[in-house]
């Protein structure tokens, strides 16, 4: 079946009530927008809100597009199809229901011919909820693509074609093609089906044709054996991908057609020798994302999905766990283009909701559906290795529960049997009281006494210090171990003191690190080398996100009463490698120094204002505080802590060439000194050494003079599709290029030519601004604008801000 894309010509507004609009009752105007699109992003937080959606309130909206249908859909299979709609999608066709989807992360479709009128214009309205059913910024809305599907009475189905790989070697290997086509007519067709296997340069190389007499309302599934000739292989670091190419035809004319990517790869895992894809030992370095997109929300634009997929890539991380949600089509077909393994996760919740209106009320009634969904989207994916059946579920520790999790991964198998299996598991969640209950036995006098009506985060925080004791207690594996056990891996969410004695009472049992504390990496890490049996760690979280305010955050003082979660203004959590806006933060090239990826030491500095300062609340998933600047205007003179991180026995520091100071690295952290001296203006250099000889070194030089912008566009040319966005770096600069992270200003956005400006906004965790707006403070002295196309021609973006000269970037949007 032919998909088009279905995104523009949509308009956007709270929902009306029905009842009273019939009565003549109004309604907020309509807003015109393009899909996807994010109906929260852009309205008001609320001071009295919910810290886990950042403050931004829930709501229902309504989406409404008009458009004619013309007389040649009459007679053929028409469907929309929509990757995802956040949530309690209801899709409606000139008046009548056509379908409806309560889970907000899985694709689904409505089939419309049934109410078209042909040749006249029809009104497709879809409604969206969303309130108290996520711990996180869920946004709302159709916030990925929609598209119109066309198929004739004989066609492919809907992903028809699962493409495997069970036989590969250097000489050849064995690609299997399964096709499913349907017959919607009243009559016998005979068709052939034609299947061409496509390298990376056009040629192709391999090719079957097969008969296939299709019956009247019968579905028939095709199954061809393609042999490819030394296949060049799928890897993380040299992704190679196939198209399969699909042709059914009949009497000569070509019925439906499809391309289907994928590639020639296999994965194995055993406790022996850990995960081998294609036989080579990998060990993954993996970062758990959430979906939003920053400063647009959590639209999901396919340009927005592959930026974050090239960042994390070019940072180090191997692997991506969704969490906790399947991941998107194009952050998945990204993933394939970058050599990125995906952990897919499909559910936060089973039967025991999480939230009052959560997931959890549907989820008897539509898991198989979804996993059917997260299924078909992935089989073909060579990035998606693994997928998980859920996140710290707390129906796991019990046999209810356990039956449960079978259940879905035996549907999972059912549907792809080539990729491994795995659940996210929490022992806090899934022992719950009991094993509060075990905490005299073994985790000390001076352990802090949790209730189980704590929230998982506010538990985890208070018990940071004496869950490695904790949870080695005998109810974990009691309560556990039967959810484990019908698990290809098993999932281990902040259980690393596990590792070694699991190993020692479940032999042939396959770990990963599912979410881990971004501070340990450097000793989960020891734990994956030394480990066969461990085959990776990923760490929460590899990007900040919205939502969840501030459970990362470093507090000084007294002055935010929200506990572990930020009160209001807190927007993001203020946690991860990467900010939201893309930028790198130093616990990315920490981490990246652990993993052995760089060699050069990294330097960054803590706010001299808060020096000596104990911070009252740092936990699990907070790092540092510390900026990569040397430029703090108004504190010259005063003590400051210098980190220096580096995979060394020492290092020295030196301002103007002068030395400092010098420290053992690891005394306090591992591959990291914190190195004490006053803040002069100049060029601060750390320089690395092991056994006396030095191994690197890195600068920072502090700015001077007026402050400049610096406007940067990550591309000069785009496409003027729906799909593509230009992301445009604002940064505070000296006439040297030298950061100014000291001097923060607003900054104005104009956007002149076809595009609009899709969002505005800077890294800042706390912050009452908005990203709807076109002007917005620099953080740290940077800012990002994103910008969308609307059509093809010469777009110029001009960023002003006080006591700086305007600075203009021009990008060419061109018809692909």
Not at 261 to 268: E, Y
Not at 283 to 304: F, Q, S, Y
Not at 691 to 698: F, K, S
Not at 719 to 744: F, K
Request: hydrophobic residues 35%.
């Amino acid at each position: 079946m032919i998909r088009t894309s279905f995104n523009d010509g949509w308009r956007v507004r709270p929902k009306v009530n029905h009842f009273l609009e019939l009565l003549g009752g109004g309604g907020a105007p309509w807003e015109p927008v393009r899909l996807p699109h994010d109906a929260m992003i852009t309205g008001a937080r609320d001071a009295d809100g919910h810290w886990g959606t950042g403050f931004f309130p829930g709501g229902v909206w309504e989406y409404e597009k008009t458009f004619v249908a013309g007389t040649e859909l009459r007679g053929k299979r028409v469907l929309l199809e929509f990757e995802g709609v956040y949530r309690g999608a209801s899709v409606w066709v000139n008046g009548a229901l056509a379908g409806h989807r309560p889970y907000g992360y899985t694709d689904f479709t409505v089939s419309i011919g049934e109410h078209l009128r042909h040749g006249e214009e029809n009104v497709v309205k879809v409604h969206a909820t969303s309130h108290d059913d996520a711990r996180w910024y869920s946004g709302a809305g159709i916030y990925r693509p929609v598209h119109l599907v066309v198929g004739e009475p004989v066609h492919l189905a809907l992903d028809a074609v699962q493409v495997t790989t069970p036989t590969v070697d250097d000489d050849g290997a064995v690609v299997a093609v399964a096709t499913v086509v349907e017959n919607e007519s009243l009559v016998t067709t005979s068709t052939t089906v034609t299947t061409e296997l496509v390298d990376d340069t056009g040629v192709v190389v391999a090719r079957d044709v097969a008969p296939l007499t299709m019956y009247p309302g019968r579905t028939e599934t095709l199954r061809q054996r393609l042999f490819v000739e030394q296949p060049r292989r799928w890897r993380v670091d040299s992704p190679q991908l196939y198209t399969c190419r699909t042709r059914i035809e009949s009497d000569g004319e070509v019925l439906d057609e499809e391309s289907t990517t994928f590639g020639i790869r296999t994965v194995d895992v055993d406790p022996a020798r850990g995960l081998r894809i294609n036989g080579e030992p990998v060990e993954l370095r993996g970062a758990c994302i959430h979906h939003d997109n920053g400063v647009i929300g959590a639209a999901t634009i396919p340009r927005a999905d592959e930026r974050r997929v090239e960042i994390l890539k070019d940072a180090g991380f191997n692997a991506l766990r969704s969490a906790h949600h399947p991941m998107s089509r194009e952050m998945i077909a990204a993933c394939d283009r970058f050599g990125m393994l995906v952990m897919d996760e499909a559910f936060d919740m089973w039967t025991e909701s999480k939230n009052d209106d959560d997931y959890g009320r549907v989820f008897p009634d539509w898991w198989e559906a979804d996993v059917d969904a997260m299924v078909r989207k992935d089989r073909n994916h060579p990035s998606v290795i693994m997928y998980s059946i859920g996140n710290e579920i707390p129906d796991t520790g019990n046999p209810a529960g356990a039956a449960v999790g079978r259940a879905i991964v035996e549907r999972i198998r059912a549907l792809d049997d080539t990729r491994l299996v795995t659940n996210s598991i929490n022992p806090l969640l899934s022992c719950g009281p009991a094993l509060f209950a075990s905490l005299g036995a073994g985790a000390g006098a001076d352990a802090p006494s949790p209730s189980p009506d704590m929230g998982v985060n506010t538990i985890m925080s208070m018990m940071e210090h004496h869950l490695p004791i904790l949870l080695q207690g005998e109810v974990v594996d009691e309560r556990t171990a039967e959810s484990y056990a019908y698990l290809d891996v098993a999932g281990y969410n902040y259980t690393e003191s596990r590792y070694a004695m699991d190993h020692e009472l479940h032999p042939q049992r396959v770990i990963v690190g599912s979410e881990t504390n971004p501070g340990k990496v450097a000793a989960n890490w020891a734990l994956v080398r030394e480990h066969a049996h461990v085959i990776g760690d990923f760490t929460w979280t590899g990007w900040d996100y919205l939502g969840e305010s501030g459970i990362g955050r470093m507090q000084y003082g007294g002055g935010d009463t929200g506990g572990l979660m930020g009160s209001y203004p807190w927007i993001t959590s203020d946690t991860g490698d990467i900010d939201i806006t893309g930028f790198r933060r130093p616990v990315s090239y920490w981490r990246e120094i652990v993993w052995g990826l760089r060699s050069a030491p990294y330097v960054a500095v803590r706010p001299p204002a808060h020096h000596g300062e104990t911070s009252t609340l740092r936990v699990g998933w907070s790092f540092t505080d510390a900026v990569a600047s040397w430029s703090w205007s108004g504190d010259e003179g005063r003590p400051v802590t210098v980190e220096v991180y580096a995979d060394a026995d020492e290092v020295e520091l030196l301002v103007d060439g002068t030395p400092v100071g010098r420290a053992p690295i690891g005394e306090s952290h591992p591959y990291l000194a914190g190195i004490e001296t006053t803040y002069t203006p100049g060029e601060l250099t750390a320089v690395a050494f092991r056994d006396g000889v030095e191994t690197g070194r890195t600068s920072l030089v502090s700015a001077s003079g007026p402050v400049e912008l610096d406007v940067r566009v990550d591309r000069a040319r785009i496409d003027a599709t729906d799909r593509d966005l230009a992301y445009v770096d604002i940064t505070l600069t000296d006439a040297r290029g030298n950061l100014q992270s000291s001097d923060d200003r607003a900054v104005t956005v104009a956007v002149v030519g076809p595009a609009v400006l899709q969002g505005l906004g800077s890294g800042n965790p706390c912050t009452e601004e908005t990203f709807g707006s076109p002007t917005h403070d620099t953080y740290h002295g940077r800012a990002l604008a994103v910008v969308r196309p609307t059509d093809a021609g010469t777009i110029t973006v001009t960023v002003s801000a006080k006591d700086c000269d305007d600075r203009t970037v021009t990008i060419e949007a061109l018809r692909p």
